[in-house]
């Protein structure tokens, strides 16, 4: 199976040839202003056999001993060839376009030996190089990678949490509608059209990775007019909204799983004056969102308890933003559930 090449890799060594290229030529320009163009002229020549020979030395001769037995005949073959095409075979190269009229001999009477010396200590400078711009390089990358593999991981558990909240979400809506089919309500086609507003909002605007904060909104209350069906006039609900700009983007379906929380777990266990307080204010990129229920008192100071919706919703917001703060807990006959989040704090 043929190794395919990375042209990003390519792209690489052709741009750090022409930095050792400009960086040479720079020095060069100081001492030989008079014949700085020819000499740049045969600095290409030059540049651009270490460029290949470079490519071939560290990408495929080097990778030879990182994956092989040190005493892999084959490796150490190729590694003299490399030696002797970075000292004679640069020299010869030289020498090529010297024949072909290309190359402007500054140095005529230069010996066989003394030129492969020169040439030899000019390979060993663009080695050089290429091996710290080389290392540079690839820290980059790989500091790339492991961002993009943060990136990838977070996602995953985002859709994991998804595929848990929603289910869960459905699951007590269903559990809604079955009561009221099943006490023969008038409500259930009703309840039923809600549901299916629903639906229709998270198969199709919560697929990406936010909304506006006003279509979370409208979910919200929707969700209420849906539990709204099964509870008489005494239940009283109250949903007071201080929104800046309602287009703000917003994780979907964030927010409503302190809704539900309030319904499932308060109002539907409180039996005297149930109510639900919602308040939500989004301003200067900083969301307060505060959820109060009724609940049953009790003298027993107990530990709250927290379900699927809010450890999911936490997991969320520890995988979404730097600054949040989320608390829920029941004093006397009142559950609150307080969420504050600075919006600009994207992970």
């Known amino acids: 199976m043929k190794k395919e090449l990375d042209k990003g890799l390519i792209r690489f060594y052709l741009y750090t040839g022409l930095a050792f290229l400009l960086l040479y030529s720079f020095g060069e320009f100081f001492e030989y202003r008079e014949t700085i163009f020819p000499r740049i002229v045969n600095s290409i020549f030059l540049v651009s056999y270490l460029t290949v020979l470079n490519y071939i030395f560290f990408e495929e001769i080097l990778q030879l001993f990182k994956w092989r037995s040190k005493n892999n005949p084959r490796a150490f073959f190729f590694l003299f060839l490399a030696i002797l095409f970075y000292t004679f075979g640069l020299y010869g190269w030289r020498q090529l376009w010297i024949q072909l009229g290309a190359y402007t001999n500054f140095t005529p009477d230069l010996s066989l030996l003394k030129g492969v010396a020169v040439h030899s200590q000019f390979s060993l400078a663009g080695i050089l ?7 540079i390089y690839n820290n980059i ?9 943060r990136i990838e991981k977070k996602e995953a558990e985002l859709n994991y949490l998804k595929s848990q909240t929603n289910p869960h979400f459905l699951f007590n809506t269903l559990n809604n509608i079955y009561s009221l089919a099943r006490d023969k309500s008038d409500l259930a ?21 936010s909304i506006a904060i006003d279509d979370e909104l409208k979910i919200i209350t929707d969700y209420i007019a ?8 005494s239940l009283l609900i109250k949903l007071n909204t201080d929104i ?3 287009k703000q983007p917003l994780p979907p379906l964030l927010l409503i799983p302190l809704v539900e ?10 039996r005297n004056r149930p109510f639900v307080d919602i308040n939500l204010s989004v301003k200067q990129q900083q969301l307060s969102f505060t959820v109060k229920n009724s609940m049953e008192e009790t003298s027993i100071v107990q530990e709250v308890k927290e379900n699927i919706g809010l450890s999911n919703l936490r997991k969320q ?3 979404l933003y730097k600054e949040y703060d989320l608390t829920v807990g029941q004093q006397n006959d ?14």
């Open 129 to 135: 190089f290429f091996a710290i711009v080389r290392n």
């Open 141 to 149: 990358r790989l500091r790339e990678k492991n961002h993009q593999l």
């Open 189 to 209: 086609p009703e309840s039923i059209l809600r549901l299916s507003k629903i639906l229709r909002f998270m198969l199709y605007e919560t697929g990406g990775h």
């Open 226 to 233: 849906l539990e709204k069906l099964r509870y008489d006039d």
């Open 244 to 246: 800046e700009n309602p």
């Open 261 to 270: 929380n309030a319904f499932k777990h308060g109002v539907s266990e409180t």
């Open 317 to 319: 917001l520890a995988l």
């Open 334 to 347: 009142v559950f609150t559930s307080a969420l504050s989040i600075n919006l600009s704090s994207n992970v």
